[in-house]
């Protein structure tokens, strides 16, 4: 069963993370690309709790957490960057 | 997983495959809602499901399968954490895509925002900086 789940898990999570790239590579705003790079961090954070999980061990977990707290600072950042821009361009 | 799991471990392993394959799907959910809807807010709406509910059950998960009780609270701690930076970091994407202009606004059933920054706009008080 365990080989079953990873099998799974994988071919999810690299169809996920194959959405998400499409996303950032023809999203038509800076936004759009933000958002889902945000979200390919997500997936990432997922495979790595997968391998925990299903090999036991706690080594990712400092990893999952720095994760969350580089998607956080990305998007906060990038949301501030394209505020300040506002009224240049306005392409959607 | 254990091999050649029975009785309690069998219970533990199968809900544990579960909650994978589960929160998995919440990160494909949030690929095909990145491709499939229009604008930025209702996206935004998608990608926010692997950031929480995926997260708690990949976190639940490994609690499971490490069989001890001190490994929950920073599990928690770990769940507790991206629950609070999740709506702060939304908040700014969604505040600057508004302001930028971003999205079909045509599409909106309400807009209750476009009066308060219109007045805050005109300076005519000093409306919440949203």
Known sequence: ?92 | MTPDATGLDMVIDVTTAVFLVVGALMSLGAAVGLLRFPDLMSRMHAATKPQVLGLFLMLAAIGLQMRTWWVWPILVVAWIFQLLTAPVSAHMVGRSAYRTKHGHREKLTKDELEAVVQRAAAGQEPGPDR
């Not at chain 1, 590579?25 to 997922?46: E, H, M």
């Open chain 1, 1 to 92: 069963m365990k080989e079953a789940v990873l099998v799974v898990t994988a071919v999810i999570l690299s169809l996920a993370a194959a959405g998400a790239i499409v996303r950032i590579a023809i999203g038509p705003s800076l936004l759009d690309r933000v958002l889902a790079s945000d979200v390919l961090l997500a997936i990432l954070g997922a495979a790595l709790a997968v391998d925990m999980a299903m090999n036991r061990h706690l080594n990712n977990l400092m990893l999952l957490v720095a994760i969350a707290v580089i998607g956080f600072i990305g998007s906060v950042t990038f949301a501030r960057f394209v505020a300040d821009r506002r009224g240049e361009s306005n392409d959607s």
